[in-house]
T-cell receptor, first 115, second 115 residues
């Protein structure tokens, strides 16, 4: 039962162009969404997040869009840089928040940004 | 401040054996969570410990267990190893916060290979 899905295992983009990574979820109880980035031999690191009361959150080159009615979110990276090449995980969380780690992750999308 | 550390980084075991993985959280963090990462499945939540108590558990068989010590360090144990247990095991720590935006900090993981 995959409650958070990233249907594209990989994505290849040219440097300077936009990267769009997609994520779908099924559980309407999720009310906070996060994106993590993972390089090989390192643990995931937090990138950007969005609350379900918003439809957009921007941080520099990274923007996350949330479409609650479609249960869909996307991460836009503009412009893409070779250093952005990594695996990106979408994750979701719901109340009660203080129960630590129960983040529900997607399968990940491997982004490759070519010079 | 030192990050989350996990030992060992790499481990090779044979089927039927048991294994213990260790995690030291960031100083001051009392919540420790464990995740299993496999290709195509993403990160799957194993369990979470807070103040030496298991507070959350994922859908894994009883062969997977864990514990937390009074200094917040945590161990996870897998008994009667199966080939399908080959994965990257990630530990994450966080402060106790009853708000959705708190961040989890991941260690580099232990790569377990079962032969």
């Amino acid at each position: 039962d995959q409650q958070v899905k990233q249907n594209s295992p990989s994505l290849s983009v040219q440097e300077g162009r936009i990267s769009i990574l997609n994520c779908d979820y099924t559980n309407s109880m999720f009310d906070y969404f996060l994106w993590y980035k993972k390089y090989p031999a390192e643990g995931p690191t937090f990138l950007i997040s969005i609350s379900s009361i918003k439809d957009k959150n921007e941080d520099g080159r990274f923007t996350v869009f949330l479409n609650k009615s479609a249960k869909h979110l996307s991460l836009h990276i503009v412009p893409s840089q070779p250093g952005d090449s990594a695996v990106y995980f979408c994750a979701a969380r719901r109340k009660p928040y203080n129960q630590g780690g129960k983040l529900i992750f997607g399968q990940g999308t491997e982004l490759s940004v070519k010079p | 401040k030192a990050g989350v550390t996990q030992t060992p980084r790499y481990l090779i075991k044979t089927r039927g054996q048991q294994v213990t993985l260790s995690c030291s959280p960031i100083s001051g963090h009392r919540s420790v969570s464990w995740y299993q990462q496999t290709p195509g499945q993403g990160l799957q939540f194993l369990f979470e410990y807070f103040s030496e108590t298991q507070r959350n558990k994922g859908n894994f068989p009883g062969r997977f267990s864990g514990r937390q010590f009074s200094n917040s360090r945590s161990e996870m144990n897998v008994s009667t190893l199966e080939l399908g247990d080959s994965a990257l095991y990630l530990c994450a720590s966080s402060l106790e916060q009853d708000r959705p935006s708190y961040e989890q900090y991941f260690g580099p993981g232990t790569r377990l290979t079962v032969t």
